[in-house]
């Protein structure tokens, strides 16, 4: 199934440049609030409305990426929580692994069985991987991903010296493993991607296009890539794929919806 988040498209690029920049400039200040692991508070499951939701930044950012659309999924009592993985990490799979922990002591801390996933670029990915491949499924209701390489990226060739990069490539073993079958998989899929996402190349590789997987395509109009994590538009839109209902039955990949 498909969506689209709508934005005047007169002089859309121009826009979303200007953004990105605005964007930028608040993040870097923002950056070093988000430095160190969030301490989890305990939290019964009686004062929960919602499922909780985890928070995974992406390559080199940290949880501070996270301050408007936390603030947005928090109202009407969902608890929100954000996981730093180390800015180091060289390999997605043991990051996927150490979520795999960490979603388990949230769920145990709160009371829960399941919980929702929002992973902004790389951590969209390595959300999708736990997921799919380390049986995530039993545990993740719901998973958002925005501005994620899901088919694998091209930009900056000039970084495929780090390892991390060489696996978010379109023929990288990664890549391969999810693109692997996953029948049965039970998280619903939602992946917002836009037209104007300078770090995917091409910027259709952040649609999830996989026959196995209950997916869902947002498509973004006006927004690069920082701004998908900060825009009202989209977190609006994330709250409520994360308030709606999850369907049973996958709808049929490759459908294209909006937002604006």
Known sequence: MGLSIPVPVSGAALRAGVLEVVVLGGHLLLYPTGML???????GAKHLERTPALLLHGFTDNRSVFVLLRRTLAAGGRRVEAYNYSPFTRDL????????????ELCERTGQERVDLVGHSLGGLVGRYYVQRLGGDARVRTLVTLGTPHSGTRVAPFMDAHPLIRQIRPDSQVLAELRAPAPGCRTRCVAFWSEFDELMDPTETARIEHPDLIAENVQVTGIGHLALAA??????????????????????????????
């Open 93 to 104: 799979r043991a990051t996927a692994r150490h979520l795999a922990r960490r979603v388990d």
């Open 231 to 260: 825009h009202p538009a989209v977190t609006a839109a994330v709250r409520r794929a994360l308030d709606g209902p999850v369907r049973a039955v996958a709808e049929r990949p490759g459908d294209a919806a909006s937002v604006a």
């Open 37 to 43: 692991q969030e301490k989890p508070t305990a939290t």
